[in-house]
């Protein structure tokens, strides 16, 4: 412990300490600092909302281009597959496939499908004609058992409720 104990002086030239503000002032401080407040929550809605009607355009502008510009390319893409589709459809048969480096592009048909109007008067005419392997236990017609039995339309008979419709012929790829 130290023998002698020192008192400090107040400088001479130190300022007097600030007194407390009143109670007055305080108020009008805080209720000051409550209105900035305020003040900059509404502006940052404002940039909040401008910021978002911002990003709105720009998602119409982009995202959406994006989309049109997708459908459109798809349909010129549509439409060179048919032309090239029907080019290759014009050399000998053994030579309608065209290499282009890893794809090979090449006509193919697509298999028939059978189409039944009503069902119920499908079935009546195969029972008709005597065919009961074409029918289903559930009472519906067998389509891949009518495709094997009348492999092509003229050897099925006419029938009003089952038609066949030819398979189309479109481009494929096969990548290498």
């Not at 909040?48 to 009607?53: I, M, N, S």
């Not at 290759?88 to 282009?100: A, G, I, N, V």
């Not at 592009?105 to 069902?119: L, N």
Request: hydrophobic share 30%; glycine share 6%.
């Amino acid at each position: 412990m130290p023998d002698k104990v020192y008192k400090m002086k107040p400088k001479e030239d130190a300022p007097e300490p600030t007194p407390e503000p009143s109670m007055e002032e305080r108020l009008f401080w805080h209720c000051r600092r409550m209105e900035s407040i305020k003040k900059a929550i509404e502006q940052n809605k404002e940039r909040r909302d401008k910021a978002y009607e911002e990003f709105l355009q720009l998602k119409v502008e982009y995202v959406d281009g994006f989309g049109l510009s997708i459908a459109r390319l798809s349909a010129k893409l549509e439409e060179a597959e048919g032309v090239l589709c029907d080019m290759l459809m014009t050399l000998p048969e053994k030579k309608r496939k065209y290499r282009m480096g890893r794809s090979t592009y090449f006509p193919a048909t697509s298999p028939g499908k059978v189409v039944i109007d009503d069902e119920a008067g499908a079935v009546a005419e195969v029972r008709a004609t005597g065919k009961e392997g074409l029918i289903k236990e559930t009472e519906t017609i067998d389509k891949s058992a009518w495709k094997k039995a009348f492999p092509d339309e003229e050897s099925a008979p006419p029938f009003e409720f089952i038609k066949r419709v030819p398979g189309s012929t479109s481009l494929r790829t096969r990548r290498s």
